[in-house]
């Protein structure tokens, strides 16, 4: 993200010195309170037959007569509200997309106030628009980059979209490095190297960062997270970083990601189409990589532990069998029935290990099952929690970011589908409900403090032609973790 932001106070619009102006319309009528020039413009283009005020409609016009700024486009957002804003203006960048606007500012056009929820929405979307891959594939044509974005707005919102400015660059940032990690390859992106990118965080910011290897955590004593690891040459990593903003004693919140930087399904092993996605099997990690860079720029006065175990699956001689019993890091034996229910067994140990810190709230986030995706799509991620408070928290953070969330069923009842005749239970309950059953599984070893589970195997990363990480669910974690701010 390499763009500066501003707040310009509204003169007159179409005098305005810019590269593009993109005019996010409102109403259903041309406002009567727009620039003479730009009403002109616009009753032109809607009396022509060129745009209709209808929703996701727009129209680019170079060189405008009577405007200063050398590309205009009106985008329909059919109302105001920032999730409608930040639809439109992702739409009105895409219109100006590689055409080498270096300052692009963005107006309301209509009625509407502009808060800090929309300045937010304006730099994510943004970044978004923005952000190119090129790690390895460094031949990736460098889009001539927008440097500068400028938001117009009336003087009495400049505090509120001041700060949502702020806000959206921090979220935009960690959204940014998240997608970043989570897009890089398996051979690149391995569990050491998601540990060196958390240490580099820690020098960065002067946080706290533990790093155990294979001995460490024999130690401990996590025969389920060692389980999974163990047939893979590749060496397992269980990262904690630790972001102090307030005094010792408050409780912290604590974010567990699931790194599995490769996940073949080891013995129970997957069918080959689309495998090469599951190198984003380690978005869970890199959204709470994301969240801590976003929650260190920012500096809220609370405490955040972040935890990560990251291994691979893979299947070798030495991995481990279907039928296998392990014992957690919580005493708890578990039959792993298939290997391929991985992302429970390292999360399991982590969610026990959580304890030591006396979380005020522990939210766990994984890629964790193709279910999940069949319920709700790629849309909202999947919420699990008993606990109510945390419920309508999240559902708020969800709300807030415009990064939806949907919270599904914890009822005892999908606990019987875990049940083992060898051991305390097993790691897959059968077909049925298969997200609500793995979700059951961490719920296991979560009693000793309010707990949350996020499943963001449909929203963490896109297929197909756009195939990408989303650097889901960084904004709403980033929220959620702002509302615990003393
Ligand atoms: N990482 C996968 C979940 C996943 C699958 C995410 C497809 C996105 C797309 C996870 O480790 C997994 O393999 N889950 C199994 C669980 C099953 C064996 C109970 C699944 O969903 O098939
Ligand atoms: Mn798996
Ligand atoms: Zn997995």
């Known amino acids: 993200m390499d763009f500066r932001h501003q707040i310009s106070l509204p003169g007159v619009l179409a005098d305005l010195v ?5 005019l996010v319309v409102t109403g259903d009528a041309v406002d009567a309170a ?64 590689g055409l080498g606007a270096k300052h692009v500012a963005v107006a309301l056009a209509g009625v509407g106030e502009l808060g800090s929820a929309h300045a937010e929405a304006l730099v994510c979307a943004a970044a978004e628009a923005t952000y190119l891959y090129r790690h390895t594939k460094p031949s990736a044509p460098a889009a001539p980059g927008m440097s500068k974005l400028t938001l117009v707005c009336a003087k009495a919102d400049a505090k509120a979209v001041q700060e949502g400015l702020v806000r959206g660059q ?10 970043e990690f989570a897009n890089r390859p398996g051979n690149h992106c391995t569990p050491t190297y998601l540990a060196n990118q958390a240490k580099k965080l820690g ?4 946080l706290k960062i533990d790093v155990l290897d294979r001995k460490a955590v024999e130690k401990l004593g996590m025969g389920s997270f060692l389980a999974v690891a163990q047939g893979s040459a590749e060496p397992l990593r269980f990262i904690v970083a630790k972001y102090d903003g307030a005094p010792k004693g408050q409780a912290p919140v604590v974010l567990v990601g699931k790194g599995i930087t490769f996940d073949t399904g080891g013995i129970s092993i997957k069918s080959a189409a689309d495998m090469d996605e599951m190198k984003f099997d380690m978005g869970g990690a890199a959204s709470v990589l994301g969240t801590l860079h976003a929650v260190c720029q920012l500096k809220p006065k609370l405490n955040l532990v972040c935890i990560i175990p990251a291994c691979e699956n893979m299947p070798s001689s030495r991995a481990v069998k279907p039928g296998d019993v392990v014992t957690s890091l919580s005493g708890q034996t578990i039959e792993i029935l298939n290997t391929d229910a991985e992302g429970r067994l390292i ?9 030591r810190f006396k979380p005020a709230v522990v939210v766990d986030i994984a890629t964790l099952t193709g279910a999940c995706v069949v319920a709700l799509g790629h849309h909202h991620s999947g919420l699990f929690t008993a606990d109510d408070k945390v419920a309508g928290q999240m559902l708020a953070a969800s709300e807030a970011a415009l990064d939806p969330c949907w919270r599904m069923p914890l009822d005892d009842e999908y606990d019987e589908a875990l049940k ?21 599984f961490l719920k296991r070893f979560t009693a000793k403090y309010p707990w949350a589970h996020l499943d963001i195997a449909g929203t963490a990363w896109k297929s197909g032609a756009a195939k990408g990480s989303t650097g889901r669910p960084v904004a709403l974690l980033t929220h959620f973790v702002l509302a615990h701010a003393g």
């Open 34 to 97: 727009l620039d003479a020039r730009l009403a002109a413009a616009l009753t032109d283009a809607v009396s022509g037959g060129d745009l209709a005020l209808k929703k996701g409609k727009s129209l680019y016009l170079h060189r405008p007569t009577g405007v200063r700024a050398a590309r205009l486009v009106f985008v329909v957002a059919g109302g105001a509200s920032a999730k409608a804003f930040k639809a439109a203006v992702a739409q009105g960048l895409g219109q100006i997309k």
């Open 203 to 206: 020098k960065e910011f002067g």
């Open 347 to 355: 999360l399991c140990d982590a969610l026990t290990y959580a304890e």
């Open 420 to 440: 083992s005749n060898f051991a305390d239970m097993g790691n897959v309950g059968g077909r049925a409900g298969g997200a609500i059953t793995a979700a059951m």
């Open 170 to 179: 921090a979220i935009a940032g960690g959204v940014t490095l998240a997608r």
């Open 18 to 22: 810019c590269d593009a102006l993109v």
